[in-house]
T-cell receptor, first 113, second 114 residues
Framework: EPEVTQTPSHQVTQMGQEVILRCVPISNHLYFYWYRQILGQKVEFLVSFYNNEISEKSEIFDDQFSVERPDGSNFTLKIRSTKLEDSAMYFC???????????FGQGTRLTVV | AQSVTQPDIHITVSEGASLELRCNYSYGATPYLFWYVQSPGQGLQLLLKYFSGDTLVQGIKGFEAEFKRSQSSFNLRKPSVHWSDAAEYFC????????????FGQGTTLQVKP
C-alpha cells in the first residue's frame, strides 16, 4: 500500500540552527501539506502546497519556515533558525485532490535544545 | 472561524463495551469530515470519511460515524471495543473548495480496560 514517508523520525537540534525535515509523498498525489503537533496539543495546519507553490499557510508559518519540492519526489520543510517553541511532531501529508482524504506520514519529532 | 470540538479529552471503556466519541464542528456549509487515529509513536491513520450521501459511514477496524447536520456533529462509534483500539482519536474538518487544509479537534485519548 502506498504511504507517505518522513525522515528522520527524530531530530535534535540546537536553538538557532537550521533544520530540514524531509517527506516523500505518495507518488501520484498532487497536494502536499505540513502539520505540527506540539506535545499535548492538537494537530495544527502549517502549509499546503500545489503546483510548486504555497496555496495556503497558517499564521504559524512565518518567514522562518519554507517548503520546497526540489526534485519531483521529495517535499521538504525548512526552519531557518529554530526556537525552543518549534519543538513538536511534524507531519507531512499528501492527497490526490484538494477534496479527497489526506494520507499522513509517521511524523518527525523535532526537539530544539 | 471554523472550529472542531471534541468534548471528551479522555475516555475509558472496558474491552467488549461499546464506544462513542463525540465531535462537533462549526462551519457555515457542510464540510468534509474525517476521523483519524494515532497509536503511540505512530502517524495519523484515516479511519473513515464523509463527503456526501449516506450520513452513516463505515470505516476500517469496525468503526462507523454518523453525520448529523442539525447537530453539526460527526460522532464515531464502535459496538465492541478491543484492547488494540487504545489510541488517540482525532476528528478533522476539511473545507470544500479549499486548499485541502484540515482543521483538527483536540483529540480524545481512549483507554481500554481488560
Amino acid at each position: 500500500e502506498p504511504e507517505v514517508t518522513q525522515t528522520p523520525s527524530h531530530q535534535v537540534t540546537q536553538m538557532g540552527q537550521e533544520v530540514i525535515l524531509r517527506c516523500v509523498p505518495i507518488s501520484n498525489h498532487l497536494y502536499f501539506y505540513w502539520y505540527r503537533q506540539i506535545l499535548g496539543q492538537k494537530v495544527e495546519f502549517l502549509v499546503s502546497f500545489y503546483n510548486n507553490e504555497i496555496s495556503e499557510k497558517s499564521e504559524i508559518f512565518d518567514d522562518q519556515f519554507s517548503v520546497e519540492r526540489p526534485d519531483g519526489s521529495n517535499f521538504t520543510l525548512k526552519i531557518r533558525s529554530t526556537k525552543l517553541e518549534d519543538s513538536a511532531m511534524y507531519f507531512c501529508a499528501s492527497s490526490a485532490d484538494v477534496n479527497t482524504e489526506a494520507f499522513f506520514g509517521q511524523g518527525t519529532r523535532l526537539t530544539v535544545v | 472561524a471554523q472550529s472542531v470540538t471534541q468534548p471528551d479529552i479522555h475516555i475509558t471503556v472496558s474491552e467488549g463495551a461499546s464506544l462513542e466519541l463525540r465531535c462537533n464542528y462549526s462551519y457555515g456549509a457542510t464540510p468534509y469530515l474525517f476521523w483519524y487515529v494515532q497509536s503511540p509513536g505512530q502517524g495519523l491513520q484515516l479511519l473513515l470519511k464523509y463527503f456526501s450521501g449516506d450520513t452513516l459511514v463505515q470505516g476500517i477496524k469496525g468503526f462507523e460515524a454518523e453525520f448529523k447536520r442539525s447537530q453539526s456533529s460527526f460522532n464515531l462509534r464502535k459496538p465492541s471495543v478491543h484492547w488494540s483500539d487504545a489510541a488517540e482519536y482525532f476528528c478533522a474538518v476539511g473545507l470544500s473548495g479549499n486548499t485541502g487544509k484540515l482543521i483538527f479537534g483536540q483529540g480524545t485519548t481512549l483507554q481500554v480496560k481488560p
